[in-house]
Each structure stands twice: as C-alpha cells, then as structure tokens.
C-alpha cells in the first residue's frame, strides 16, 4: 500500500497474546494543532491502546511497530462512530417534528436513539472488530 491509501501510526507492543497483539501509539504531533482533537478518538487521548489480531510469532513486548490500516477502513470506522449516529438524530429530529411534537420532545427522541445504538454497537464489538483489518509491521 502506498501513503496515499493508507494511515499508518507508530507504536510500542504492549503484550503478546496468542493470537493478537496489544499495541500503545501515541497520538500523532499533528494531533496537537488540530482543532477537531476535543472529538476525535485519537487525539483526544495522550496514549491509546488497540488490540490487533495478527500473528504473534516474531513479536514481543517492547517492539516498536507500524500499525497501517488502510483509508478505506478509516472512513467505514469514521462513518458507524459519527456519521450514522448522526444522521440518525437529524433524521429523528425532523421524524418528531413532522408528527407534531414540540420542540423540547422532538430534541429529547432523538437524542435518545443515541442510546441503543452506541449499546447496540457495544454488544456487537467483536463483529464490528473483525471488519477492520490492520496490518503490523516491524520498525528497527
């Protein structure tokens, strides 16, 4: 993969499982400077950790890798964790308007469809992780 069709990110193996590999990264200094860091996952915190489920032979804990996924993955990931949960509250939003609600009702529904999406999403973690695919490679 070239730079154009992927992010890549640095990161030191926290642990070696047996089939997957718990990497820390920290944000990158672009991070910093960026005005959408209050919302995005990986600024908003100095150091993340992931699980990535990858051959583990090789690997041991202290080794600085490159964890790449491809832009494709980014934006599936970008659109299920804000750009569906909000068109569901516009959507919503206008719904509640349309039947006649006022204004404080039709606000409250659809804030509160938020809700069981984020829990739906929660419970179907392991299905959702397993359509993201990264890839490890070793830095020396």
Same mark, same amino acid.
Request: net charge positive.
């Given at each position: ?76 990931? @970008? ?7 909000? @068109? ?25 469809? @938020?809700?069981?999406?984020? @829990? ?21």
């Amino acid at each position: 993969m070239g730079s154009t069709d992927c992010f890549d990110q640095t990161g030191t193996i926290e642990e070696v499982k047996e089939n997957s590999v718990l990497v820390r990264f920290q944000s990158a200094p672009a991070c910093g400077s960026c005005m959408a860091k209050s919302v995005c996952g990986v600024g908003s915190a100095g150091k993340n950790l992931i699980e990535i489920h990858h051959r583990t032979h090789g690997y041991s804990v202290g080794d600085s890798v490159k964890i790449i996924i491809s832009r494709s993955m980014g934006f599936r990931a @970008l659109f299920i964790g804000y750009v569906l949960p909000f @068109l569901l509250v516009v959507l919503l939003l206008v719904m509640s308007k349309m039947l006649g609600y006022n204004d404080l009702i039709s606000g409250l529904i659809s804030l509160v469809v @938020l809700l069981p999406y984020y @829990l739906a999403l929660y419970f179907l973690r392991e299905k959702v992780n397993k359509q993201f695919i990264f890839t490890l490679s070793k830095l020396n």
